[in-house]
């Protein structure tokens, strides 16, 4: 599949990458990552990375401003996007042709050609990969800026290679990729220091979650709270694994009030928890996943199943 991609990216003139919603530091590293890699390598291609920009991730990249007319003919690619109701910018249906991209589950098996690995560490690895084969069949080579971009992919995904989905593959990736010139510390300093407003957020969460005996936990973000700490739904989302460093936590939900919608963050230190994500409109990966919840009923029925699955482990 991988050398099909290849041959597939070779053969147009003009290519676009989206990634999803509310993008993370993968979703940016494998969609830049991959942009930096193609441009490398054919530099008279027009290769773009679309969709609506989070500031938090300006340290990475950022996006570009495409004309419909651009996608007459163009290659898309879609990278880190489990299902296609997180594509960010409707328009990746029309190109010519679809590839994904991603190592989420396949529950969506959208697109054209599908290379869905879900025992990679996070997508940017993926690209790794491609440019791996690539550089076997065709002769790629890695930029700094590339290997910057998925650097600070796997950085992300692995939670700084604390994730059980680290792999010794993964190392390796990561101690090839540092061998190019780029600066590591930009990267975290972009990814980990927080304003004022977030930390003071972020003492919020430890000061009112709540644990049950078997380590489930919750904490509730309402519209309200979010506003008295100035902080919009997206820069709270940044404080969602701060939980884990909590003794005895089996699994937790962080709660984060928008206009008409509750997001639901989910994350687990052994129980798989993506099946009560796709209970509550929702997906992901076993051990950190994403739902929808309409109102804090819901939102309680979710700590309910959350607690049974957590009695459920021990």
């Known amino acids: 599949m991988k050398r099909q991609i290849i041959d597939t990216i070779a053969a147009y003139e003009t290519i676009i990458i989206h990634r999803h919603v509310r993008p993370d530091p993968d979703a940016y590293g494998s969609q830049q990552g991959l942009k930096e890699l193609i441009l490398t390598n054919y530099p008279d291609k027009k290769v773009f990375a679309v969709g609506e920009h989070d500031t938090s991730l300006t340290f990475m990249a950022q996006p570009d401003q495409v004309v419909d007319d651009v ?50 560490s996070s997508c940017s690895e993926m690209i790794y990969e491609l440019y791996e084969e690539g550089k076997e069949v065709a002769n790629w080579q890695m930029s700094d800026t590339a290997a910057r971009l998925l650097f600070a992919g796997i950085v992300g995904d692995t939670g700084r290679f604390q994730f059980p989905s680290t792999t010794a593959k993964t190392f390796k990736v990561a101690a090839d990729l540092i061998t190019y010139d780029f600066d590591r510390n930009q990267i975290f300093d972009g990814m980990y220091e927080m304003e004022q407003k977030l930390l003071n957020l972020q003492g919020y969460i430890y000061q009112n979650f709540k644990m049950d005996e078997y380590g489930a936990a919750h904490v509730k973000l309402t519209k309200e709270l979010l506003a008295e700490h100035d902080i919009v739904p997206s820069e709270a989302s940044l404080l969602v694994g701060c939980l884990g460093s909590v003794k005895g936590i089996c699994s937790w939900v962080v709660f984060i009030e928008e206009v008409d919608q509750i997001r639901v963050r989910l994350r687990s230190k052994g129980p798989i928890i993506n099946t009560l994500a796709k209970e509550f409109n929702g997906g992901g990966h076993p051990l950190a996943s994403g739902a929808t919840a309409y109102s804090w009923k819901e939102a309680d029925n979710v700590i309910t199943r959350l607690q049974e699955i957590c009695k459920a482990y021990h």
Request: proline share 4%.
């Open 71 to 120: 996608y007459d003919h163009a290659l898309v690619i879609v990278t880190d996007t489990a299902n296609t109701e997180r594509v960010d910018d409707p328009r990746y249906t029309k190109g010519k042709m679809i590839i994904k991209i991603d190592h989420h589950p396949n529950d969506d098996a959208y697109g054209d050609l599908l290379w869905v690995d879900t025992t990679a």
